[in-house]
DNA sequence: AGTCTCATTGACCGCAAGGTTAGCGATCCA
DNA sequence: TGGATCGCTAACCTTGCGGTCAATGAGACT
């Protein structure tokens, strides 16, 4: 009695069970979604959810898998021609706008960050972290060598900087995420940064945040993937 | 048949539910969290919850509400004699005192906040705003006036400034709460912000966050009532 | 043609969730 | 003293969950 109309290759359907249960979780949460939701919204029945994935657990964390991919990406090779100044601005920028760009993933993780007592994600929690320590070592070391070619103010001390701009890169994300401060003036808040960073009060050279997402397949964080 | 040992007033467990709700809420979130699980930490039965409290719902928000009575205070009456200089690192301290110390519950306001199509806790985000953007405007006003009396980098502009601040407050906060990573030097960042600010690399007076909470009953945050 | 495997389904199960109900003992107060 | 009210509970109900299972149509291989 059953109408199923099969696909030639079963990836199809599981990529699609992915998709769906990628938005769900992402907009409601493990816990508040259900697998019958998910079933819905592929347009499979439930029994080819656990068919595909023995738990739902499983699948929670194929889609986890799916969601980190676009996370690595070799940063210095596209920007090793580039002096210190341009190399360290152009990796502030780029975290900010891979933020804006994967704002559901980016959600989406620091939600199951918050749990604490969850074994699930605890795997993925290391794997951020290493990216995020991953892109501090890179801020730091950038720092340090502006420093010895004179292009960045002398005084700072680069671990400390390195720390404090990634928590304000992180406080901005944050703002950005968690509510839509109609009056966070990012591009003034980017310019404190630089002027901190290089002596200057403005720099603003075109491009930036205000344009729209410019290379589609070009997500812009983090650092090469000898550091997963 | 029944063994109830009732209170003389029904404060009492009402009192206790909303403790256990409380703790499970934070520990576990909402919708982890079960309605038996509150009446056995409570030590009362399931029902006795739903006579307080119509719905799980209601419960939440009950607990919601006596979460952020201790997010308000008068700060600006402490410390009315200090000069700018030394009120604005005051209120900097406060803000991550005031997180380090109420961490538990802040997670459970920036997990809530995370959701999206939460109606439930649309109330609650904008109380957090005003709150958020009281501390702003506080850290913005002292700015100017601390350059007005050169105890302040000239240079910075004050709005830009306080938003930058902010959001490198965040960040750290987010690093004490989200992960807790180890090798992050909360003090170097915070004396990095202080270079920033007043022009020296290091100040390190005695205090700071280095000691514990010393005074039990005066949590540090945040701005006066007139902001809520 | 027959058979094997793959992809798929509807129907079903046990269970725990949120919520309800009937009623019990104590206290108040007329 | 006797009912009204308060604080409280055991037992129950309904719903929806994660997960299972037997069955089935559509190729692919022999």
Redesign the interface.
């Given at each position: 009695m059953s109408s199923a109309v099969p696909r030639a290759h079963a990836a199809d359907s599981r990529d699609e069970i992915l998709r769906a249960a990628r938005h769900l979780f992402e907009?409601?949460?493990f816990?508040?979604t259900s697998m019958s939701e998910v079933a819905r919204e592929a347009k499979v029945s439930k029994a080819l959810i656990f068919w595909h994935f023995k738990t739902k657990e499983e699948l929670f964390l194929a889609v986890l898998g799916k969601l980190l991919e676009p996370y690595y990406i070799d940063f210095a090779q596209e920007a090793r021609e580039l002096d210190e100044r341009a190399q360290l601005e152009r990796l502030i920028e780029s975290y900010l706008l891979f933020v804006r760009d994967n704002a559901s993933s980016v959600?989406f993780f620091?939600?199951r960050?918050?749990?604490?007592?969850d074994e699930v994600s605890e795997e993925f929690?290391s794997r951020i972290?290493g990216l995020?320590?991953g892109y501090r070592a890179l801020l730091m070391d950038l720092i340090r060598r502006a420093q010895e070619k004179g292009l960045c103010v002398g005084?700072?001390?680069p671990?400390?900087?390195s720390?404090?701009l990634?928590?304000?890169?992180?406080?901005?994300?944050?703002?950005l995420?968690?509510?839509q401060?109609a009056?966070?003036?990012l591009k003034?808040?980017l310019?404190?940064?630089r002027?901190?960073l290089f002596g200057d009060?403005q720099h603003n050279e075109g491009g930036g945040l205000e344009s729209g997402r410019t290379t589609e397949a070009a997500p812009a964080a983090v650092v090469g993937k000898e550091n997963v």
């Amino acid at each position: 009695m059953s109408s199923a109309v099969p696909r030639a290759h079963a990836a199809d359907s599981r990529d699609e069970i992915l998709r769906a249960a990628r938005h769900l979780f992402e907009s409601r949460g493990f816990h508040e979604t259900s697998m019958s939701e998910v079933a819905r919204e592929a347009k499979v029945s439930k029994a080819l959810i656990f068919w595909h994935f023995k738990t739902k657990e499983e699948l929670f964390l194929a889609v986890l898998g799916k969601l980190l991919e676009p996370y690595y990406i070799d940063f210095a090779q596209e920007a090793r021609e580039l002096d210190e100044r341009a190399q360290l601005e152009r990796l502030i920028e780029s975290y900010l706008l891979f933020v804006r760009d994967n704002a559901s993933s980016v959600r989406f993780f620091l939600a199951r960050l918050l749990r604490d007592g969850d074994e699930v994600s605890e795997e993925f929690t290391s794997r951020i972290r290493g990216l995020y320590d991953g892109y501090r070592a890179l801020l730091m070391d950038l720092i340090r060598r502006a420093q010895e070619k004179g292009l960045c103010v002398g005084t700072l001390k680069p671990e400390a900087t390195s720390s404090m701009l990634l928590a304000a890169l992180n406080g901005m994300l944050v703002e950005l995420l968690f509510m839509q401060s109609a009056d966070f003036d990012l591009k003034a808040a980017l310019g404190t940064l630089r002027g901190m960073l290089f002596g200057d009060a403005q720099h603003n050279e075109g491009g930036g945040l205000e344009s729209g997402r410019t290379t589609e397949a070009a997500p812009a964080a983090v650092v090469g993937k000898e550091n997963v």
